[in-house]
């Protein structure tokens, strides 16, 4: 297994092994896909509380002025103008407005931020950032110190209060703060990728495999792999990078223009500004099997038998027993309510085009 | 992995459960655990006339779809009605109330072709290392 042997490892890969955990390659890393399986875990996450092991992620710290180092125009965010303690999600765009990658900014202190960016473009955005800063500042990409751990459920409140007391559970959606165990910073956030109350935990390297154990003592929690992240995701209508974002679609395209910020200037707003006015070639769409068949990264979308885009996500969702999934199309007869088909070459799937997100907790 | 005796498996990974002329047919223990949580399976119609190695079924995941093969040449008698709505049965009983279909042979000289109980573990061991 060579290619296994070239992937990166995060600090807790023995402990994953040791819950017999089924591993894969994600973003140049080898993580765990499940462990119970993917359904028992999706449901564990809605009904009570899951610990993910997201260290494969990067962060990097930044100090200086946000608007004189150009910081404030290498993102769609208005960082310059955030809350302290506040977070923000947004992206990193080239010149043409396709996106670089998406990440969530945390204002730190007056002169200071973090960048929570994927971890397959750990390099490139590091790359990028560093080519459009200039004059003073300090950049530290943390990556490779820093763990991440996500606790995210409706149980979450409770089992955070039990390990860090009382402070992170008085978090307003999207807030963090700093707290401290074993006499460790650590920052956390109330925000996740899952549509449920959760938390972000960023604590150092070597303190990630006391803190998971720690977490996983209690009773409610149970560890849960990417396999169900990614379906808890799809069922928000979360993009994932790589695949419903990439260089060649661009927030406008994606119907996330609400993330940029067009009151001040940033790399790539000429393009967005133009596409906005003429409208984009393409769009992301969401579509609802009437099925449990599940539209797949790849298959095609067909409307009145014609191919007329490409589903860039797709699952089961267990929540709502049928194929969803999301894919940009070119033709604007792709409205909601609609009928189409996904299928691998030909029309195989009937969809129909809803809104995100596919799952509510009401 | 479980391989009980007694049944006809490919490399595929599907077993036969042969009664007389008739065979029942399914998904191994290994694949169901390497597919993960399944959650549709196309089933082939009945009476579909099938051939040894021929496409006939799709088992799908939470993760991914593959396809199923037949084990033998014949003719589809009757799918199994339960796994429209509980396709977890192959995960939960892969040789029992998860089988997919049952068929009659058309030749069962095709035994010949396939790996007993033995022969199968030892194929899934070779594949694990």
Same mark, same amino acid.
């Given at each position: 297994m060579d290619d296994q042997e070239q992937l990166q490892k995060t600090p807790l890969y023995a402990s994953h092994l040791s819950l017999n955990a089924k591993m894969a390659p994600f973003g140049g890393w080898i993580m765990p896909i499940q462990y119970e399986g993917i359904l028992a875990e999706h449901a564990h996450t809605r009904g009570a509380v899951s610990l993910f092991d997201i260290c494969h992620m990067g962060e990097?710290?930044?100090?200086?002025?946000?608007?004189?180092?150009?910081?404030?125009? +290498?993102?769609?965010?208005?960082?310059?103008?955030?809350?302290?303690?506040?977070?923000?999600?947004?992206?990193?765009?080239?010149?043409?407005?396709?996106?670089?990658?998406?990440? +969530? *900014?945390?204002?730190?202190?007056?002169?200071?931020?973090?960048?929570? *960016?994927?971890?397959?473009? +750990?390099?490139?955005?590091?790359?990028? +950032? $560093?080519?459009? $800063?200039?004059?003073?500042?300090?950049?530290?990409?943390?990556?490779?110190?820093?763990?991440?751990?996500? $606790?995210?459920?409706?149980?979450?409140?409770? *089992?955070?209060?039990?390990?860090?007391?009382?402070?992170?559970?008085?978090l307003g959606y999207y807030r963090f703060g700093e707290f401290t165990l074993w006499g460790q910073r650590c920052i956390i956030s109330c925000s996740g990728y899952t549509g449920e109350l959760g938390y972000e935990i960023y604590i150092s390297n070597d303190y990630v495999?006391?803190?998971?154990? $720690?977490?996983?003592?209690?009773p409610d929690v149970k560890p849960a792999g990417l396999g169900c992240r990614d379906t808890l995701r799809l069922e928000m209508g979360y993009p994932l990078y790589g695949h419903d974002l990439d260089t060649a679609h661009s927030p406008v395209s994606a119907g996330l223009d609400k993330f940029v910020d067009f009151s001040k200037d940033f790399i790539g707003k000429g393009a967005l500004l133009e596409e906005q006015k003429n409208g984009p070639k393409e769009r992301l769409v969401y579509f609802k099997a009437g099925s449990r068949r599940s539209p797949r990264n790849g298959f095609g979308i067909f409307a009145a038998g014609a191919r007329v885009g490409t589903v860039t996500s797709g699952s089961f969702s267990p929540s709502l027993s049928a194929g969803i999934g999301m894919g940009y199309v070119s033709s604007s007869g792709c409205r909601l309510g609609t009928a189409a088909d996904v299928g691998q070459d030909k029309p195989e799937i009937p969809v129909t085009f809803v809104r995100k997100p596919f799952y509510s907790k009401t | 992995m479980n391989t009980p005796e007694g049944l006809f498996y490919t490399k595929d990974h599907e077993w036969a459960r042969v009664e007389g002329k008739k065979a029942y047919i399914g998904i191994t223990d290994h694949a169901q655990s390497a597919l993960g949580d399944i959650t549709f399976i196309d089933p082939p119609k009945k009476g579909q006339q099938l051939k040894q190695g021929g496409f006939c079924a799709t088992v799908e995941s939470v993760k991914a779809a593959s396809d199923v093969y037949s084990p033998f040449s014949g003719v589809v008698l009757d799918v199994n009605r339960e796994l429209s709505g509980h396709p977890e049965l192959v995960n939960r009983s892969p040789y029992d109330k998860g089988y997919i279909f049952e068929m009659e042979l058309s030749d069962e000289k095709e035994k010949a072709g396939l790996m007993d109980a033995a022969g199968y573990a030892k194929y899934i061991e070779g594949l694990a290392e």
């Open positions: 990097f710290m930044f100090e200086g002025d946000a608007v004189a180092s150009g910081l404030d125009r +290498i993102v769609t965010q208005k960082i310059s103008s955030m809350p302290l303690s506040s977070c923000r999600y947004g992206f990193m765009l080239n010149r043409r407005g396709g996106v670089i990658d998406d990440l +969530i *900014v945390y204002r730190i202190k007056e002169r200071s931020w973090m960048l929570v *960016v994927n971890a397959a473009t +750990i390099a490139g955005d590091e790359a990028n +950032i $560093l080519a459009n $800063l200039r004059g003073e500042y300090k950049f530290d990409n943390v990556s490779s110190r820093l763990g991440k751990l996500d $606790l995210q459920g409706p149980r979450s409140g409770e *089992v955070i209060t039990k390990v860090f007391g009382p402070g992170p559970a008085d495999v006391k803190l998971w154990n $720690l977490l996983l003592s209690e | -």
